[in-house]
Structure formats: structure tokens, C-alpha cells
């Protein structure tokens, strides 16, 4: 671009010309999945596809009675949908910046414009309280300084002169600029961070995946098991040819359909559904949002958190710590109450206020404005010149044999408070000059440190997860030293922090170091989302916390992303959890619902996995003894709504705080196969009794589901303890329901349920009796053989 033009800014034919090529600042980012594709692949599934085929069905057949499943899989695809749907509102919903609107120069004047309609080359004028609107290298600055730390993780504001960029999304602190505009809409760093983070994916869930894999075994073995089935029930009423021609093929396929239904565990998916919705809800009194519901689990098998120290250990503000006076000089406490009683004091100035009250008397005869680049601000009154800066700025480049006494004291007891981690200034007098430079005779006065201030609880929770082997590693843009300085404040163990310039690139040797250290200094984005990654390729379930987009990328690549509700609204919409007060301090609370949700979902899952099986293994038996099969639809719909669905719901709430063991599935199914197996040796036995003994099917049918529900309900009572009241009261209920069910002629006529003869009576007792033997001995060889490895 010509220098005449910079004075300029572009004319209307040069904006023209830009936007006809694209080279604006609209940026829209399409979205990661339309609505239309989170239905299909929710609906359009081979698991809906036979739950849904034996509805239709049934209802073709007129026998709605049966087809009561079908709103099981109805409600799966729903919550699926809407599940999804939320998590990808959620992703399109990132905005980095905030500003509305933007000032250039076009044509020799100042236009104030939309966003989007900044171009290529334009000529952005910035001043104090300014968002950037578009990355632009800076040709005019006077006293610039930039927040760079939502972007980068530098606390500091950066100073900026002519030939720096400046990145949109970060804020103009202090001075005014003008910039050339260098990237533009989708290339700019705010939106290339927002389009790697809108990346569409949803929280790992070992509950939802291990689930998953059951519910693809099953869809995998129903084909050959339906026509077994289906084959069987044929031979048992005669023939190909004797069924086809009289219509009972009608009653071949509503057995068939049982048994097939039957095998798919559809309450488990429900009720782990409707676990992670109740402990959503639980949490969000609590001030915690749960933007995806398998995350209530998540950050219970979380076993490493990395943490931003900004806004996250600290709340984002500086406190005045001490004064440590070096030399006599009267009017030095009203001097520091004026530099923060100044309107553009920045934040360590105005800390001052609250210790330093008292301004001076007389008004000041000049003052020098701070600047980042000098590091030192001044004002003169009657008495001199009174400077506050950095140490090294104000005593700059003096070897140690030319200091006075004061100022060797001074410069070592500055040394000591830096290693420490606090923030130290000096304030200093000498005579006045007539330009922004340091007096000749300048002295030091006193010695002032600062310190970021720590949120109350941060150091109790970080307690907590060390009690329940939880690794922490504080990944921030800040100086290693001041870092660590700040962890020794909330109870770590460190000696100093790594400098993240010398991390390896090597993925592995990354892990390593990672390993070895807990504080890192100077990490940028891009390191924080390779040090995540690298902890994960460890074997470690990893959390991220932070608030600046500098973190969306980490927290995106982490198990578990956090996000404070300070956070940029990138960084909020792409975290699995968001702390709306900012308090650390939930993360033990949602610690606790996610242990419960798995301890009870693992405990439900037994009752549900034991349906699966006794279910296969009875139309695998069944199909090939060539016995009736034991079961009408509607009669295993109430078999299950007694032992399993209504138990199910209130066992999967209840309060459970045990520690969370991998193995979720294993653990399940050591029970839930034994247990299977031993219902089918039940149900085998009654059917091949009753059938040598001639009682009728119907009869068959009501014997099997007395049998089914009294084994169930003792499975029932095996997975509820250790007993309380609740519980009790749940097994209960579920017995009386079993007598209404065969005491009420209304319910008894609807299932098909008859009287029992004696010799039936007996039967279902005395098997009965030894199923709930061996479902005993299950329970003990599964609680010896499962039993979680303690840490």
C-alpha cells in the first residue's frame, strides 16, 4: 500500500474492488452438522431400525398391545437428538469478538463501520477500551499497549510500535494507533482459533461407549437369532405349511418379536439418559452448566487436570502486599495515594488505594503517563519528582560498585521478592526534569510488592484432588517463576516452573517432561493443546480449566474441558462444563454426581445386562429344543417394568460415592452373564416340564412369568445392597405390584395370565427356589472376581 495512502486510508472504488474479491472481514463459519444429519444418524440406525420394524409390526398386525417397546426407542432417538443438537447450538454460538463495530480510515476521514465490513488494506484507528477489529501491523502509535492475555495467556498488557501486530479479539489498554489491515474475516487469529475449536465432537463417555458396544454385540446376533426363533415357533404349531395356511403365522411372529425385543437392553440407554439429565440438573443449582450430558460422568474418571492460572487459581486481580521503606523521605504515603487515585491508573496502581488514602496537599505540577515500554510513571510536586516503576527501570544498567547503599539493599532485597513471585515497584524521588526522563539524582524511597490475588478455595480444592489421585499441571502464558510462586501459595510442591520454550516437540518425550514437572511458564495456545494431547497419549484421562481464548484450543482436545464463566465465548462453547459463578471450588461437587451416576448406572446396568442375556440365550435354547416360546410381548413388558425399569430409575438416583474403578463393562458382565445363564436354566426347565407334561401354552406363558418376575425381584434384592430404607421400600412396592398383577382380573385378562394348576404351582416354587440359590452363589464369586483394584 503507497505511504501517501496511510494518510488517507482506501477510497470507496479501492473498498470496492476488496469486496468484490472476498477480501472482507464477514466471516461465517458453516455449522459442524445440520439438524437434518444429527436426526439421520440418530434415526437412521440399525438398532432403530429393528426396534422400530417389529413396532410397525406389530401395529399392522393389530396387536398394539405388544408394541408398548417402541416409545423406549422412541424416547432413545430423542434425547440422542436433542443431546447432540445442544452440543452443536452450543459450537455455532462462538463469537471471539465482541465489538460491534469499527473505526477506519477512508477517503481522509474517520467512518465508524460493521465489523464485517472492514476490508483488506483498510486503515483501522485504534484507541483506548477498543477491541481489534482484524489482525493490522501498526504505522502510528503513540503509547499503545494491548491485552493480549484472552488470546495469548500474557496477564501483562503487550506494548506495541510502529511494525507490531496487533491480533484481533485482543483490547486496546492504554494509548492510540493506527494499523494496516493484514488478515482479514476466517484468516484472522481470533477466528482461525474459533474455526479449529468449532471441530464438532461429544464428550467421551466410557458409560456411553461400553453400552454402545453392547447394543452393537446384539444388533450383530439378532438376524440369525430371529430366524432360529421364528423357525421353531413354527415347527412347535404344526409347519411351514399348516401355519402359512391357517394365519397363525400371525402368533409365530409375535413370539418371535418377543423373543428378538427381548435380547435389546432399551432401559439401559434410557436410564443412563435420564441419570446424566437428573445430575445436570443437580448441578446446575449448584451453579455448574453441563453443555453435554455424559460430562456429569467425565470428570469422575478424570485422573490428571491441567489448570490456567489466570482466573483460575487467581481471580484475574492484583493486591498491594507490603511496603518495605528504604530511606527516610517525608510525603512518600501521599505520593502513593496519588498514583492510585488517578482515573487511568492501571490495575497495580489502583491496589494501592485501599492502603494509601491520604493525597497529597498541593496539586501536581507535572506528571509522566506509564508506559510498558519504560515501565515507570511519575509526577512532580513542590517537594520533586516522585517515580513508580519497575526496579530495574528506574535504577537501569548501574554496576554494583557504583550504587549508594540504599540502592544495593534495594536491588537484593528486590531480587529475594521476585524469586518469590510477587510483583515489586519501587518508588523513588529526585529533582524534577523537563522531559519524560529519569532525574540524575533519583533515590530510592520504598520498596513495594504485589501479588495476584488467590481465589479462597483454591488451594482446599486442589487438596482434593490430590486426596483422590488427581495429578495437576498450571499451564500459563505467565513467567515460570511467578507461576510456580503462585502454586507454592495453593499447596504444590515445586521448586520453579519450566520455561515451555524448551519443551520438546516429540510427543513422547513431551509426555515425559510433563511427567517430570508441574508448572509451566510462556506456554502458548498451540502448546497447551500439545501438552494435552501428549497427556492423553500417556494413558491419562485429562480436564482442562480457562478463561481466555488462548484456552479453547486445550480445552476442546481435553477429556473434560472447564471453562470459567469470565471465559471468552469461544472458551464457553467448546467446554463440557462451565463454573457460573467462576468458582473453582464445585469441581468436587461435580466430582461427586459423576461418581454416583457411574456407581449406580453400573449397579442398574447388572439388572439390565442380565435381561440381555437370559433373553439371547433363551431364542438361542429355545430355537433350537424347538420349545414354545415362554412369552408374549406385553407379559415380558411388565416382567420388566417390575424387576428392572421402575427399580431401575430410583437405584440410579440414589446418593452413591464410591470411587471410580475403569472396567465399568467387565465388572457388569461378570455378574449379568452368570445370572442370564442361570434364568435360562429356569425357564428351560419349566418349558420342558410343562410341555412333557402337556399343560397348555397359556398356562406355560403364566407359569414362565411368575417365575421370570420372582427371580428378577431376587436379583433385585441381591444388586440393593446394603439395604436402607429407600431401597426397602422400592423391593416392596415391586412385590405388591407383582400380586396386583395376578390379583386384578382387568390386568391378569390384558396379559393373557390364567390360574396356575397345583402341579404348575410347585413347579415355579421348587425352581424357583434353586435359581434364587444359585443367583446367591453369582453374587459372591462376582463380588470376589470383580472387585475394583484399589489405587
Not at 239 to 266: E, Q, R
Not at 603 to 610: D, E, G, I, P, W
Not at 640 to 669: H, K, V
Request: net charge negative; proline share 4%.
Amino acid at each position: 500500500m503507497p505511504q501517501t495512502s496511510r494518510l488517507t486510508g482506501l477510497d470507496d472504488i479501492a473498498v470496492a474492488d476488496r469486496v468484490s474479491q472476498g477480501l472482507t472481514n464477514a466471516f461465517t463459519q458453516e455449522t459442524s452438522r445440520s439438524l437434518w444429519s444429527i436426526v439421520r444418524e440418530n434415526l437412521f440406525t440399525l438398532f432403530n431400525a429393528i426396534i422400530l420394524s417389529c413396532f410397525v409390526l406389530l401395529l399392522v398386525l393389530g396387536r398394539w398391545q405388544d408394541a408398548q417397546f417402541g416409545l423406549s426407542a422412541l424416547a432413545n432417538t430423542v434425547i440422542g437428538t436433542t443431546q447432540e443438537y445442544r452440543a452443536k447450538r452450543t459450537l455455532d454460538r462462538i463469537s471471539v469478538l465482541s465489538a460491534p463495530h469499527a473505526r477506519v480510515l477512508r477517503n481522509s476521514e474517520e467512518r465508524t463501520v460493521a465489523l464485517a465490513e472492514v476490508v483488506m488494506d483498510d486503515v483501522i484507528i485504534l484507541r483506548a477500551g477498543d477491541q481489534v477489529p482484524a489482525d493490522a501491523v501498526v504505522f502510528s502509535a503513540r503509547d499503545l499497549e494491548v491485552d493480549e492475555s484472552m488470546l495469548t495467556g500474557e496477564s501483562e498488557p503487550v506494548d506495541k510500535t510502529d511494525g507490531d501486530s496487533v491480533l484481533s479479539g485482543s483490547v486496546v489498554v492504554a494509548g492510540e494507533a493506527r494499523a494496516l489491515v493484514d488478515r482479514v474475516g476466517a484468516q484472522s487469529y481470533a477466528n482461525t482459533l474459533a474455526t479449529e475449536a468449532k471441530r464438532f465432537s461429544l464428550v467421551t463417555s466410557e458409560l456411553r461407549s461400553s453400552i454402545d458396544r453392547v447394543l452393537t454385540w446384539v444388533t450383530w446376533i439378532i438376524g440369525p437369532v430371529t430366524l432360529l426363533v421364528f423357525n421353531a415357533q413354527v415347527m412347535v404349531l404344526g409347519g411351514w405349511s399348516y401355519v402359512m395356511s391357517t394365519g397363525v403365522w400371525v402368533d409365530v411372529a409375535v413370539s418371535t418379536i418377543a423373543a428378538v425385543v427381548a435380547m435389546v437392553p432399551l432401559g439401559l440407554v434410557l436410564m443412563t439418559s435420564i441419570a446424566f439429565a437428573v445430575g445436570s440438573v443437580k448441578l446446575a443449582r449448584q451453579q455448574v452448566l453441563v453443555q453435554e450430558l455424559p460430562a456429569v460422568e467425565g470428570l469422575a474418571r478424570v485422573d490428571m487436570i491441567c489448570l490456567d492460572k489466570t482466573g483460575t487459581l487467581t481471580e484475574g486481580t492484583i493486591t498491594f502486599d507490603a511496603a518495605w521503606p528504604v530511606a527516610e523521605r517525608p510525603g512518600w504515603q501521599q505520593a502513593l495515594a496519588w498514583f492510585g487515585a488517578q482515573p487511568d491508573a492501571n490495575m497495580t496502581a489502583r491496589s494501592l488505594r485501599a492502603a494509601f488514602s491520604e493525597l497529597p496537599a498541593s496539586a501536581p505540577v507535572s506528571t509522566v503517563q506509564f508506559s510498558s515500554a519504560r515501565k515507570w510513571s511519575a509526577v512532580t510536586f513542590d517537594d520533586g519528582m516522585w517515580i513508580l516503576g519497575g526496579p530495574e527501570m528506574v535504577f537501569p544498567g548501574r554496576a554494583q560498585s557504583s550504587m549508594t547503599d540504599d540502592e544495593q539493599r534495594l536491588m537484593r532485597r528486590a531480587t529475594e521478592l521476585a524469586a518469590t513471585g510477587s510483583r515489586t515497584l519501587v518508588l523513588a524521588h529526585g529533582s524534577p526534569t523537563n522531559d519524560d526522563t529519569l532525574p540524575a539524582d533519583v533515590v530510592p524511597i520504598a520498596l513495594l510488592t504485589f501479588r495476584e490475588s488467590i481465589r479462597s478455595s483454591a488451594a482446599d480444592t486442589l487438596r482434593y484432588f490430590a486426596d483422590q489421585g488427581v495429578g495437576v499441571r498450571i499451564l500459563s502464558g505467565d513467567n515460570p517463576s511467578t507461576v510456580a510462586a503462585i502454586a507454592r501459595d495453593v499447596g504444590l510442591t515445586v521448586a520453579d516452573g519450566f520455561d515451555a520454550r524448551d519443551l520438546p516437540t516429540d510427543q513422547d518425550e513431551l509426555a515425559r517432561v510433563l511427567e517430570e514437572n508441574i508448572v509451566f511458564g510462556r506456554v502458548t495456545p498451540d502448546q497447551k493443546k500439545l501438552m494435552v494431547r501428549a497427556l492423553k497419549s500417556a494413558g491419562h484421562t485429562v480436564a482442562m480449566t480457562g478463561d481466555g481464548v488462548n484456552d479453547a484450543l486445550a480445552i476442546k482436545e481435553a477429556d473434560i474441558g472447564i471453562a470459567m464463566n469470565s471465559a471468552a465465548d469461544a472458551t464457553k462453547a467448546v467446554a463440557r462444563l462451565v463454573l457460573l459463578d467462576g468458582q473453582f471450588s464445585h469441581l468436587p461437587a461435580v466430582v461427586a454426581e459423576g461418581r454416583q451416576v457411574i456407581a449406580n448406572i453400573e449397579r442398574v446396568s447388572m439388572l439390565f445386562l442380565t435381561k440381555t442375556a437370559y433373553a439371547t440365550l433363551l431364542a438361542v435354547v429355545f430355537g433350537l429344543l424347538v420349545l414354545p416360546f415362554p412369552f408374549l410381548p406385553r407379559q415380558l413388558s411388565v416382567t420388566d417394568g417390575l424387576t428392572i425399569g421402575i427399580p431401575a430409575f430410583f437405584l440410579a438416583l440414589l446418593p452413591n460415592a464410591r470411587r471410580y474403578e475403569p472396567g465399568f463393562l467387565r465388572r457388569s458382565l461378570t455378574f449379568a452373564i452368570p445370572a442370564g445363564i442361570v434364568v435360562t436354566i429356569a425357564l428351560t426347565a419349566v418349558a420342558v416340564i410343562s410341555v412333557q407334561a402337556g399343560i397348555s401354552t397359556v398356562e406355560l406363558r403364566t407359569g414362565s412369568t411368575l417365575l421370570l418376575t420372582i427371580i428378577g425381584l431376587w436379583i433385585l434384592v441381591v444388586l440393593s445392597r446394603p439395604f436402607s430404607l429407600l431401597k426397602v421400600v422400592i423391593i416392596v412396592a415391586m412385590v405388591i405390584g407383582l400380586v396386583l398383577v395376578f390379583a386384578v382380573p382387568i390386568v391378569a385378562d390384558f396379559l393373557q395370565l390364567v390360574e396356575l394348576s397345583t402341579p404348575m404351582q410347585y413347579l415355579v416354587l421348587i425352581v424357583a427356589a434353586i435359581a434364587i440359590g444359585l443367583i446367591e452363589i453369582v453374587r459372591v464369586v462376582h463380588r470376589r472376581v470383580a472387585r475394583p483394584r484399589r489405587r
